[in-house]
Structures are given as C-alpha cells and as structure tokens.
C-alpha cells in the first residue's frame, strides 16, 4: 500500500528544469517581452559562467532597440525593490534557477 500524499516506493522525484523562459512577471508590450525573452536566453546561454557578460549583453541590445536607460540583473539567489517606468518590466527564470531581471528607469 502507498504511502498518501507521497511518492510510490522506490521513485525518486525528478526536478523539472526549463528549458524556455519562464516569465514570474512582466507588464512590456508583446513586441519588446518577445525580444527580452530571446535576448537572455541568448546571453545566458552564451555567458552560462559569466552572468555580468550576459547582462551587459542584454542591456546594451535593449537600449539599442528600445532607447537608452534599461538595466539587467542576471544571477542567482537575489532579491530586489525597484522602481520602474510603467509597461517597461521584465522578471524571469532561465534554465531552472537563473533569474533574469530587465526593467526601464531613466
């Protein structure tokens, strides 16, 4: 008989690790969220030992397309109070437990 509420005896409980963005919140129009969620995965895959290289990767492509003064956060384990321009947020997990922060402020 198995135990309730528990794994059957002898399985082990696998951890699910994402292999696309998984969006915690976001209020940027659909256009920009697009290409936050394309840029970081790139850069946290391409900087996957260096998470300053994939931030300052991110930030400089969104400035370019979308006008100066983003900021980038990419790490672990972090948490954050900030202030923003309205519809200019991103907040996501990359690849398990990497988390990806972009937001507007000028």
């Avoid at 394309?38 to 931030?55: G, H, I, R």
């Avoid at 990767?57 to 400035?63: F, L």
């Avoid at 321009?85 to 000028?106: H, L, P, R, T």
Wanted: charge should be negative; proline fraction near 3%; aromatic fraction near 10%.
């Amino acid at each position: 008989m198995a135990e309730e509420g528990g794994a059957a005896p002898g399985v082990t409980e696998e951890k699910v690790i994402h292999t696309y963005p998984l969006i915690r919140h976001s209020d940027m129009s659909e256009e920009m969220r697009t290409e936050a969620m394309e840029l970081s995965v790139t850069a946290c895959e391409k900087f996957s030992q260096n998470n300053e290289l994939a931030a300052r990767m991110v930030k400089e492509s969104m400035d370019k397309k979308f006008g100066p003064a983003f900021h980038v956060v990419v790490g672990e384990s972090y948490g954050f109070e900030i202030t923003y321009e309205c519809a200019n947020i991103c907040y996501m997990y990359f690849g398990g437990n990497q988390a990806v922060c972009i937001w507007k402020c000028s």
